[in-house]
Protein backbone atom coordinates (compact mmCIF):
# COMPACT_ATOMS: atom_id res chain seq x y z
CA UNK A 1 0.00 0.00 0.00
CA UNK A 2 2.84 2.48 0.79
CA UNK A 3 4.75 1.35 -2.38
CA UNK A 4 1.34 2.39 -4.39
CA UNK A 5 1.13 5.62 -2.46
CA UNK A 6 4.34 6.20 -3.43
CA UNK A 7 4.06 5.67 -6.76
CA UNK A 8 1.22 7.87 -6.95
CA UNK A 9 2.57 10.85 -6.02
CA UNK A 10 5.06 10.12 -8.01
CA UNK A 11 2.79 10.26 -11.29
CA UNK A 12 0.95 13.25 -9.69
CA UNK A 13 4.01 15.32 -9.16
CA UNK A 14 5.23 14.36 -12.91
CA UNK A 15 1.73 15.65 -13.87
CA UNK A 16 1.72 18.91 -12.34
CA UNK A 17 5.10 19.10 -13.51
CA UNK A 18 3.93 18.85 -17.20
CA UNK A 19 1.10 20.51 -17.37
CA UNK A 20 2.94 24.06 -15.30
CA UNK A 21 1.73 26.84 -17.05
CA UNK A 22 5.54 28.26 -17.09
CA UNK A 23 8.37 26.54 -18.55
CA UNK A 24 9.97 24.02 -17.02
CA UNK A 25 13.17 21.90 -17.34
CA UNK A 26 16.26 20.09 -15.25
CA UNK A 27 19.55 20.61 -17.15
CA UNK A 28 22.50 17.98 -15.91
CA UNK A 29 25.76 18.43 -15.50
CA UNK A 30 28.63 20.70 -17.60
CA UNK A 31 27.45 19.27 -21.18
CA UNK A 32 24.01 20.74 -19.97
CA UNK A 33 22.32 17.57 -20.68
CA UNK A 34 18.25 17.65 -20.76
CA UNK A 35 17.28 15.57 -18.12
CA UNK A 36 13.36 16.77 -18.17
CA UNK A 37 11.01 19.71 -20.07
CA UNK A 38 7.94 20.17 -19.33
CA UNK A 39 4.59 20.59 -22.03
CA UNK A 40 5.80 24.50 -22.03
CA UNK A 41 8.76 24.45 -22.68
CA UNK A 42 8.37 22.59 -25.64
CA UNK A 43 6.04 24.27 -26.96
CA UNK A 44 8.74 27.61 -26.46
CA UNK A 45 11.11 25.61 -28.49
CA UNK A 46 8.52 24.11 -31.17
CA UNK A 47 8.25 20.28 -30.29
CA UNK A 48 11.73 18.71 -30.60
CA UNK A 49 12.89 15.75 -28.86
CA UNK A 50 15.26 17.37 -26.36
CA UNK A 51 15.69 14.95 -23.45
CA UNK A 52 18.87 13.14 -23.01
CA UNK A 53 20.78 15.64 -25.24
CA UNK A 54 22.94 18.55 -24.56
CA UNK A 55 21.79 21.76 -25.17
CA UNK A 56 24.44 22.24 -28.23
CA UNK A 57 22.63 19.34 -29.96
CA UNK A 58 19.06 19.90 -29.08
CA UNK A 59 19.00 23.59 -29.86
CA UNK A 60 21.78 24.51 -31.76
CA UNK A 61 20.66 27.81 -32.98
CA UNK A 62 21.22 29.59 -29.55
CA UNK A 63 25.01 28.93 -30.02
CA UNK A 64 26.34 32.77 -29.33
CA UNK A 65 22.86 33.97 -27.93
CA UNK A 66 24.77 33.94 -24.44
CA UNK A 67 22.59 31.56 -22.73
CA UNK A 68 25.38 28.71 -22.71
CA UNK A 69 27.42 30.98 -21.40
CA UNK A 70 25.17 31.86 -18.29
CA UNK A 71 24.67 28.55 -18.26
CA UNK A 72 28.81 27.95 -17.66
CA UNK A 73 28.21 30.33 -15.04
CA UNK A 74 25.67 29.25 -12.85
CA UNK A 75 27.50 25.86 -13.10
CA UNK A 76 30.79 27.23 -12.20
CA UNK A 77 29.45 29.70 -9.68
CA UNK A 78 26.56 28.36 -8.31
CA UNK A 79 25.02 31.74 -8.22
CA UNK A 80 21.66 31.93 -9.75
CA UNK A 81 20.61 33.48 -12.70
CA UNK A 82 17.70 35.68 -13.31
CA UNK A 83 16.65 37.10 -16.89
CA UNK A 84 14.35 39.47 -17.25
CA UNK A 85 12.68 40.19 -21.13
CA UNK A 86 15.40 38.64 -23.13
CA UNK A 87 15.49 37.72 -26.41
CA UNK A 88 15.97 34.43 -27.61
CA UNK A 89 16.25 33.37 -31.34
CA UNK A 90 14.61 29.90 -31.88
CA UNK A 91 13.46 27.71 -35.02
CA UNK A 92 10.47 26.60 -33.92
CA UNK A 93 9.47 24.51 -36.90
CA UNK A 94 11.86 22.80 -39.51
CA UNK A 95 13.36 24.69 -41.86
CA UNK A 96 12.06 27.99 -41.01
CA UNK A 97 13.39 31.60 -40.36
CA UNK A 98 15.09 32.01 -36.36
CA UNK A 99 12.00 33.31 -35.12
CA UNK A 100 12.58 35.85 -31.93
CA UNK A 101 10.96 35.12 -28.41
CA UNK A 102 11.37 37.44 -25.50
CA UNK A 103 11.48 35.15 -21.84
CA UNK A 104 11.92 35.91 -18.57
CA UNK A 105 13.63 32.56 -16.68
CA UNK A 106 15.74 31.75 -13.79
CA UNK A 107 18.72 29.45 -13.72
CA UNK A 108 18.59 28.01 -10.48
CA UNK A 109 21.94 25.61 -9.96
CA UNK A 110 20.98 22.32 -7.53
CA UNK A 111 23.56 20.84 -5.50
CA UNK A 112 24.30 16.99 -4.93
CA UNK A 113 24.33 15.51 -0.82
CA UNK A 114 28.09 16.58 -1.29
CA UNK A 115 27.28 20.07 -2.36
CA UNK A 116 28.32 20.21 -5.68
CA UNK A 117 26.24 21.74 -8.52
CA UNK A 118 24.95 19.09 -10.40
CA UNK A 119 22.56 20.26 -12.60
CA UNK A 120 20.28 23.38 -13.53
CA UNK A 121 16.78 24.01 -13.12
CA UNK A 122 15.01 26.21 -15.71
CA UNK A 123 12.12 27.95 -14.73
CA UNK A 124 10.08 30.63 -16.57
CA UNK A 125 7.45 32.21 -18.71
CA UNK A 126 7.43 33.49 -22.35
CA UNK A 127 6.64 36.78 -22.20
CA UNK A 128 6.63 38.13 -26.10
CA UNK A 129 3.22 39.51 -26.43
CA UNK A 130 3.86 41.73 -23.38
CA UNK A 131 6.83 43.01 -24.61
CA UNK A 132 5.50 43.25 -28.42
CA UNK A 133 2.52 45.08 -26.79
CA UNK A 134 4.60 47.82 -24.63
CA UNK A 135 6.77 48.32 -27.39
CA UNK A 136 3.91 48.92 -30.02
CA UNK A 137 2.50 51.35 -27.16
CA UNK A 138 6.14 53.01 -27.14
CA UNK A 139 6.03 53.53 -31.09
CA UNK A 140 2.34 54.60 -31.15
CA UNK A 141 3.57 57.45 -28.28
CA UNK A 142 6.51 58.10 -30.56
CA UNK A 143 4.64 58.11 -33.73
CA UNK A 144 1.93 60.71 -31.33
CA UNK A 145 4.76 63.19 -30.37
CA UNK A 146 6.00 63.49 -33.63
CA UNK A 147 2.52 64.24 -35.09
CA UNK A 148 2.23 66.69 -32.27
CA UNK A 149 5.36 68.63 -33.32
CA UNK A 150 3.94 69.11 -36.74
CA UNK A 151 0.95 70.73 -35.91
CA UNK A 152 1.22 74.96 -34.80
CA UNK A 153 -0.84 74.68 -31.89
CA UNK A 154 0.28 74.21 -28.14
CA UNK A 155 0.01 70.26 -27.34
CA UNK A 156 0.86 68.76 -24.87
CA UNK A 157 0.25 64.73 -22.95
CA UNK A 158 -1.40 64.29 -19.18
CA UNK A 159 -1.08 61.60 -16.34
CA UNK A 160 -4.79 60.75 -14.97
CA UNK A 161 -4.05 62.23 -12.34
CA UNK A 162 -3.06 65.52 -14.72
CA UNK A 163 0.22 66.97 -14.40
CA UNK A 164 1.56 67.19 -17.68
CA UNK A 165 4.95 65.27 -18.62
CA UNK A 166 5.43 65.93 -22.60
CA UNK A 167 4.72 69.16 -24.26
CA UNK A 168 5.24 69.89 -27.89
CA UNK A 169 7.85 72.41 -29.21
CA UNK A 170 5.13 74.92 -29.57
CA UNK A 171 4.78 75.13 -26.20
CA UNK A 172 8.32 75.66 -25.22
CA UNK A 173 8.85 78.46 -28.47
CA UNK A 174 5.59 80.12 -27.18
CA UNK A 175 6.50 80.37 -23.49
CA UNK A 176 10.42 80.22 -23.43
CA UNK A 177 10.07 77.62 -20.83
CA UNK A 178 12.20 74.68 -20.13
CA UNK A 179 10.64 71.18 -19.67
CA UNK A 180 11.80 71.08 -16.02
CA UNK A 181 10.22 74.45 -15.68
CA UNK A 182 6.89 72.88 -17.21
CA UNK A 183 6.72 69.22 -16.67
CA UNK A 184 4.52 68.41 -13.63
CA UNK A 185 2.22 71.10 -11.98
CA UNK A 186 5.22 73.85 -13.43
CA UNK A 187 3.71 75.16 -15.99
CA UNK A 188 1.09 76.85 -13.71
CA UNK A 189 4.00 79.63 -13.42
CA UNK A 190 3.33 80.76 -17.43
CA UNK A 191 -0.08 81.58 -17.19
CA UNK A 192 -0.88 84.77 -16.33
CA UNK A 193 -1.74 85.14 -12.58
CA UNK A 194 -5.27 86.76 -12.80
CA UNK A 195 -6.07 83.87 -15.18
CA UNK A 196 -4.93 80.67 -13.52
CA UNK A 197 -7.61 79.77 -11.17
CA UNK A 198 -9.76 79.79 -14.37
CA UNK A 199 -7.50 78.07 -16.07
CA UNK A 200 -7.08 75.34 -13.15
CA UNK A 201 -10.46 74.94 -12.35
CA UNK A 202 -11.21 74.10 -15.90
CA UNK A 203 -8.56 71.55 -16.19
CA UNK A 204 -9.56 69.52 -13.15
CA UNK A 205 -12.84 69.34 -14.26
CA UNK A 206 -11.66 67.77 -17.20
CA UNK A 207 -10.01 65.30 -15.67
CA UNK A 208 -12.75 64.58 -13.25
CA UNK A 209 -15.05 64.28 -15.95
CA UNK A 210 -13.00 63.15 -18.90
CA UNK A 211 -15.01 65.61 -21.19
CA UNK A 212 -13.02 67.92 -23.32
Known amino acids: LE ?3 RVEELQRSKEI ?3 APGFIAVIRGRDHVFEL ?5 I ?3 GHRDIVGKPLVEALPELRGQGFLELLDKVFAT ?3 YLGRALPAKLQRAPGEPLEE ?3 DFVYQPVRDARGVVSSIFVQGSDVTDAVRANQALRDSEAQLRLLANTIPQLAWIANADGAIHWFND ?3 DYTGRTPEQSVGWNWQDAV ?3 ALPAVLARWQDTIRSGEP
Open 101 to 103: RFV
Open 170 to 172: RWY
Open 37 to 41: ANDAY
Open 3 to 5: ERH
Open 192 to 194: EPA
Open 43 to 45: QLI
Open 17 to 19: FQQ
Open 78 to 80: GEP
